[in-house]
């Protein structure tokens, strides 16, 4: 017959191990959310810095163009 230190011995063992299981899931739950809501600012700020640059890239294209058109033409006289 199972004793009831056996009983208790038994229920500790099942039960330990499943609570930590159940409260590890939650932490990893925790630490993916966060993630994602980390992942999702980077996102932001990078396009925030790519549009920045592009712009910067775009006005000095333009800045070029009529310095490219007056040599063109100095050229071809």
Do not use: C
């Not at 993916?32 to 932001?44: N, S, V």
């Not at 070029?64 to 050229?75: G, V």
């Amino acid at each position: 017959m199972i004793t009831d230190a056996q009983i208790l011995t038994l229920a500790i063992a099942i039960i330990f191990p499943l609570a930590m299981l159940i409260y590890s899931n939650s932490r990893i739950t925790e630490a993916k959310e966060t993630l994602r809501a980390e992942i999702g600012e980077a996102k932001q700020t990078l396009r925030t810095v790519m549009a920045a640059g592009f712009a910067r890239i775009e006005l000095a294209i333009e800045r070029l163009e009529p310095k490219l058109e007056i040599h063109e033409l100095e050229h071809n006289k």
